[in-house]
Nanobody, 115 residues
Framework: QVRIVESGGDLVQPGGSLTLSCSVP????????MGWYRQAPGQQRDLVAR???????TYEDSVKGRFTISRDNAKNTVLLQMTSVTTADAGIYYC?????????WGQGTQVTVSS
């Protein structure tokens, strides 16, 4: 069973920073564009950022200039650096391939934004 594991979620104040990490099995990591997705309460799960095998990122408009996605080939990890967070950034963050693969959804990691 493929297991993608997200971590790093926490309570952060508005304007603060947080870095999320995603551990991906090597055979998946080496073949796929990877993405971070966010699901806010009562909302659908949407792509926030993705990064291809050539390390070229793409961002959803609301996070451009604030979030940075990167991938570490040596560790098979995908990072999401979040800065200047707002309440709109709160939710459960998931890591998956792009386009997402149903069988690869993990538990996600919770980001709470509150003062």
């Amino acid at each position: 069973q493929v297991r993608i594991v997200e971590s790093g979620g926490d309570l952060v104040q508005p304007g603060g920073s947080l870095t999320l990490s995603c551990s991906v099995p090597g055979d998946i990591f080496s073949r796929w564009t990877m993405g971070w997705y966010r699901q806010a309460p009562g909302q659908q799960r949407d792509l926030v950022a993705r990064i291809n095998l050539y390390h070229a990122p793409t961002y959803e408009d609301s996070v451009k200039g604030r979030f940075t996605i990167s991938r570490d080939n040596a560790k098979n990890t995908v990072l999401l650096q979040m800065t200047s967070v707002t309440t709109a950034d709160a939710g459960i963050y998931y890591c998956n391939t792009w386009k997402p693969t149903a069988a690869f959804w993990g538990q996600g990691t919770q980001v709470t934004v509150s003062s």
